[in-house]
């Protein structure tokens, strides 16, 4: 498939998980940013940071040629707003990069590193391939924080406990 074709569709199933995420991201209160269900777990304000920065690493990786973890500067959003348009921010950066893509850029090599050692090297367009999977695991995870805080889960991929409604949402 050549690389624009991919852009394109990537694009797609980008937009088809972005509704249910920001369903997700919008009910995250800030004052419960520091709550942990287990001491190896990560923080839920890291956690939805972390949902609301993946699309970002699509432009990034299309953009750049490696992204290092010592480096890489978080931003910090502080309340529920600001992370939600963090994720809208990141999203259209994303949109912005795939529809930029030129022919043959995608079989370029992208590293991850820390401090310079090389953590993975692999293809742009593989690294690209594995993000939305990364978002919906992170996504996963935050749902269970949702649960285990009683915060509503929204409709998914289909009615949820708190949300019986097929595709809507509260």
């Not at 991201?25 to 001491?39: A, F, N, V, W």
């Not at 304000?45 to 890489?72: H, K, N, R």
């Not at 401090?115 to 939305?132: D, F, N, P």
Request: aromatic residues 8%.
């Amino acid at each position: 498939m050549n690389d624009k074709v991919f852009a394109q569709q990537f694009a797609h199933e980008l937009d088809m998980e972005i509704p249910s995420t920001l369903k997700c991201l919008e009910r995250i209160s800030s004052e419960l940013y520091s709550y942990k269900p287990h001491d190896r777990s990560m923080e839920l304000g890291y956690l939805t940071l972390l949902v609301a920065e993946i699309p970002l690493w699509i432009a990034l990786i299309t953009e750049q040629d490696e992204i290092d973890f010592s480096t890489y500067q978080h931003r910090q959003p502080e309340n529920t707003q600001q992370i939600v348009d963090l994720f809208h921010d990141n999203v259209a950066k994303a949109k912005q990069a795939l529809a930029g893509v030129k022919e043959g850029a995608l079989d370029k090599p992208f590293y991850l590193k820390k401090a310079g050692e090389v953590l993975l090297e692999s293809t742009k367009r593989e690294q690209i391939e594995s993000t939305i999977n990364h978002m919906v695991h992170h996504r996963g995870q935050l749902s269970v924080y949702m649960r285990l805080n009683d915060i509503a889960v929204p409709s998914i991929y289909g009615p949820s406990a708190d949300d019986r409604s097929y595709g809507g949402g509260k």
